[in-house]
């Protein structure tokens, strides 16, 4: 056959041998596909171990055998013999997952507060706001004031921790109270009566907070002032009284007008076995608050002038509590 023969034939038979070089082409991408696959070695699945209840320590441990790997988060707890336990764990025991997944694990840090700390010297507002930090709504609360309070006498300010039982440092188990005794401040201490006549409203709230005086307001109109002004007083100038007494203070104040209202804001306060913290605010028609005064009371009348926009509010606060609002307005 010559060569001319063979090139009739393959010219004849050219279909024929593209098919056949398609199809052993596809059949070879198929079978190297397949050996690919079975080459690469796919992840074991594995079962979760359930490690709640444990310390991470062993926790590690078992999840490592299943060659799983554990991903840390850090939780206060309500109990002070937890530290270092497995709270809480993601998935779920008895999930099957890849190996080498990470397992999420929730750890106790113990609890929020495991000792007793040494609270004499400190005030007893303190300490009450201390605990409300601690244990917020859903916390169980480890340590609690035991009440009564007791107060005695004494030189340290009043409302300061004097003593205090169990000691610092002591162990806290469930449903400890502790004892607290306060300084309700020196017995029978005499102060001086300041000079107030003649003093306008920011006057009068500077000697308000500076004197251990509780001062009683008897308001009348003036017409012809332009501004509140302390016109007598029911003790003179200079004189001793006990501290804390009230003394009547007679003020006058102009007329109020629809933009400008002035008055006497009187609340009664409860009484307190020691002088408080009070604290009024006003809050302004355009929503701005600012503080009017604070001071210290033992509670009884109280009396603030003020002379406000309409519409203002004023914020009552007692030991950083509000306790009552008031609307000016004529």
Do not use: W
Not at 87 to 93: D, F, G, T, V, Y
Request: glycine fraction near 6%.
């Amino acid at each position: 056959m010559g060569l001319g023969d063979i090139a009739d034939s393959i010219e004849s038979n050219g279909k024929v041998i593209v098919i056949t070089s398609l199809v052993m082409l596809v059949f070879f991408i198929i079978v190297s596909t397949i050996v690919f696959f079975m080459s690469v070695k796919t992840a074991d699945q594995v079962l979760v171990p359930n490690i709640e209840g444990e310390k991470f320590e062993d926790a590690v441990l078992k999840l490592q055998v299943k060659e799983l790997y554990p991903r840390l988060q850090l939780r206060f707890s309500d109990n002070t013999e937890d530290a270092g336990t497995v709270l809480e764990q993601s998935p779920p025991a008895g999930t099957i997952v890849k190996a080498g997944k990470r397992i999420t694990v929730t750890v106790s840090s113990g609890a929020v507060l495991d000792r007793v700390e040494n609270y004499v010297g400190k005030t007893l507002s303190e300490v009450q706001q201390h605990f409300a930090s601690l244990f917020t709504s859903g916390r169980k609360q480890l340590i609690s004031i035991k009440e009564p309070i007791m107060y005695k006498s004494s030189s340290i300010p009043a409302g300061t921790i004097l003593e205090q039982n169990p000691a610092p440092d002591t162990k806290i188990s469930e449903g400890v109270f502790i004892e607290f005794i306060v300084s309700k401040g020196p017995e029978n201490e005499k102060v001086s009566v300041p000079n107030m006549e003649g003093l306008k409203l920011d006057d009068i709230y500077s000697a308000i907070a500076q004197n251990k005086i509780s001062f009683v307001i008897k308001a009348e109109v003036n017409s012809s002032l332009d501004a509140p002004v302390v016109v007598s007083q029911s003790q003179p100038a200079d004189s001793s009284i006990d501290a804390y007494s009230q003394i009547e203070l007679g003020m006058q104040f102009p007329d109020s007008t629809e933009k400008m209202v002035y008055g006497v804001y009187s609340p009664a306060l409860p009484r307190y076995p020691y002088p408080v913290k009070v604290t009024v605010d006003a809050v302004y028609p355009d929503g701005k608050r600012k503080e009017l005064i604070s001071f210290n009371h033992q509670g009884g009348k109280c009396s603030i002038p003020y002379g406000l926009p309409q519409g203002t509010v004023l914020v009552l606060t007692v030991l950083n509590k509000q306790v009552q609002m008031f609307e000016v307005k004529q």
